[in-house]
């Protein structure tokens, strides 16, 4: 299997990990300012690491400043954002299977701004992952999911950006996977500074004590260097090496491998959650072997 997929697999193995983070972390600091200081220290990082890497030069936006602005609003603001204020409404297991929605909107954005239409194979194969997922999520019985309420819209709405996000890293081939993250991150996390500040200010939300940010300093730490930074960047390469449609497939391991930590501190899954794995697992693989077909075609053509 080409090595392209070991990044996205490390970004959704981050991802999945990150819910019981940020749940934990929520008890402590409210979703707007538990975004900001994850991101106004994220992007610190990223900004040194494109400078050293690309120099001071890489920090222009090439004349598409609107352009990078209105993704970082809807990927790193609204997804980050809406994610936290979700998880305060509704049960992770809701918000994870509402995350495995990733790949098919991802088809549908592409559809509608590139009017690219889906293979029905690739339609075919978001099927599967979906169903895969629900049975890793629901055990199988669909009533465990309660009624649709206003968390799980808000998780539906990061999502939404989420695939927004990932369609428009294809369309900045210029820039190298590092630059785009950095400056969408960048205008994102102003927006989530402006935001917060407004919140603090009218009371909707509450700056935290300097005790209970170091309180969860171990779990700020987690979210800064491996969700905010590490991730960002092995998913937005993920994308560029694999198209966005191949690499959204692998959102949905992300309830998977939240099923896979609960049974490292003692969970037993059920036969039909296994099942739901290897349905997910196969279809990703199969999305992976139909997009390096033409490519392994046209070396053995030459």
């Known amino acids: 299997m080409s090595r392209s ?6 970004a959704v193995t981050a991802w999945g990990l990150m819910f019981a983070v940020l749940g934990r972390a929520l008890r402590h600091v409210d979703p ?3 975004t ?30 609107v352009e990078l602005l209105l993704l970082g609003v809807v990927g790193f603001a609204g997804f980050n954002l809406l994610t936290n204020l979700a998880l305060e409404r509704t049960q992770p297991q809701n918000a994870a299977l509402v995350v495995a929605l ?8 592409r559809w509608v701004r590139d009017r690219v239409r889906p293979r029905p194979v690739t339609l075919l ?74 919140s603090d ?29 590490l991730a960002i960047l092995a998913w937005n390469t993920g994308v560029r090496r694999l198209g966005a449609p191949n690499a959204a497939l692998f959102m949905n391991l992300v309830p998977v491998v939240a099923l896979a930590l609960a049974a490292v501190q003692g969970y037993r899954p059920r036969p039909v959650e296994l099942i739901g794995i290897a349905l997910t697992a196969a279809a990703i ?8 077909a033409p490519v392994l075609a046209s070396r053995t053509a030459s």
């Not at 987690?222 to 969700?227: A, F, H, M, R």
């Open 5 to 10: 997929v070991g990044y996205p697999l490390v």
């Open 32 to 34: 707007f300012n538990l």
């Open 36 to 65: 900001a200081v994850r991101y106004g220290l994220g992007v610190l990082i990223l900004v040194a690491i494109l400078v050293a890497r690309e120099g001071p030069a890489a920090l222009r936006p090439d004349g598409r400043t």
């Open 102 to 109: 990733t790949p098919l909107l991802t088809v549908l954005v």
């Open 125 to 198: 194969l978001i099927g599967v992952t979906l169903a895969g997922v629900l049975l890793v999520v629901s055990k199988g019985r669909l009533a465990g999911f309660g009624a649709f309420g206003a968390g799980d819209l808000l998780m539906f709405g990061a999502v939404t950006g989420w695939a927004i996000y990932t369609h428009g890293g294809g369309r900045f081939p210029e820039f190298s996977p590092l630059r785009y993250a950095t400056l969408t991150a960048v205008t994102g996390t102003a927006t989530i500074l402006l935001l917060t500040v407004l």
């Open 201 to 229: 200010t009218v009371g909707w939300q509450h700056a935290p004590a300097l005790g209970d940010v170091l309180a969860i300093w171990p779990e700020i730490g987690y979210v800064v260097v491996i969700g905010a930074v």
């Open 285 to 292: 693989v199969t999305a992976n072997l139909l997009a390096r």
